[in-house]
Structures are given as C-alpha cells and as structure tokens.
C-alpha cells in the first residue's frame, strides 16, 4: 500500500525510483521497480522465420525457371536489367521502372530545330499568331466592358433624374393642394 501510495505521488523526474523508495521505509529503487512491473512480463520473442524459403515464394519465380544473366546483350522484351538481388514484388518493380522512364522522359529537353529550318519558322510564327490572337481578345474584351459600363451609367443618370422630376412634381402638388379627386 505504501508502493503503490509513493508510485502516484512521486513527480517523474529521471530519478523517479530513488524518490519512490525515499518514500519506502525499508526498499531500494530497484526493489520498488520490480515490485511495481512484476505482473507485467515481457512477451517471448518470435523466432525469425529462415529467409530461404521466404523469397522463393514471393519472387514469383522459381529457381527451376530462372535463365542466366547475359551481359552482352539483353532482350527487349525484358524491361528490366538484370540485377544482383532477385525482386520480391515484380509488379512493383515493374512499376517503379516504368515511373523512372516517365521522369527521365519528362526531363529530357526537347530538340531544337536549326535557326534556318522550317520547323524553327513555323514555331515562332505559330507562337506569334497566339499571342496575336490573344491580345485582339483582350482588347475586344475591354472595349465590351467600357462600353457596357458607360450604358450602364447613362442608365443610372437618367433613372435618377426621372426619380428627382417625380419627386418635384409631388413636393408642387403638396404645396398647392392639388388632388386628382377635386377635379370630379
């Protein structure tokens, strides 16, 4: 009772256990801590399966079929080369190759056609044309937007002095006390 009252009211600190068997009339730390982890064991250990067998089911291989590195030539059939460990997960391997051809493939810079040639020409004129094109697009734009914003301001100013006329014509009828029923 006394362990388990001096467990919880000890602040851990890297000396927990000292200060834990302070409060222990008659135990040493090592005592206390044995005495608190008694119940808890360690699990066995698994032994390690033999690597042997393993790979011979996961290569996907076997070692019957399996035909010798030539380093003269490869086939092109086989995507891959030849290498010193055997692959656990070809559909992964195949994968990951295919994933490199992609990334070189992308960071090759793409050939240039001569200064002279037709290609180069036709290249610059292409690009010109689009950028031509763009700014005839642009400015059409703009031109709509300017226009549709100036209708829609004389929109506004007239609205407005149709409003104030309105306004004015009720502000007169209020003052000379005219209404439209005394005329009967």
Not at 71 to 76: A, D, H, N, Q
Not at 148 to 169: C, G, M, P, W
């Amino acid at each position: 009772m006394a362990l388990r009252k001096a467990y919880f009211s000890a602040r851990p600190s890297p000396h927990f256990w000292k200060r834990v068997s302070k409060m222990v009339p008659g135990r040493s730390a090592e005592d206390c801590f044995n005495r608190i982890y008694t119940d808890l064991s360690t699990p066995t250990p698994i032994a390690p399966r033999p690597r042997a067998n393993s790979l011979g089911k996961h290569s996907g291989r076997s070692s019957a079929r399996k035909k010798p590195f030539s380093r003269l030539r490869t086939k092109s059939s086989d995507p891959s080369p030849g290498v010193l460990k055997p692959i656990k997960n070809v559909i992964l391997h195949e994968r990951y190759i295919d994933k490199l051809a992609r990334r070189e493939g992308a960071k090759r810079p793409r050939r240039r056609a001569p200064a002279g040639s037709k290609a180069a020409d036709s290249g610059k004129s292409l690009s010109e044309q689009q950028a031509g094109s763009l700014k005839a697009a642009k400015n059409a734009l703009i031109s709509e937007a300017t226009d549709f914003i100036s209708s829609f301001k004389t929109l506004q100013a007239n609205s407005l002095a149709h409003a104030v006329e309105n306004s004015e014509d009720e502000i007169e009828c209020d003052a000379s006390n005219c209404s439209h029923d005394d005329k009967e």
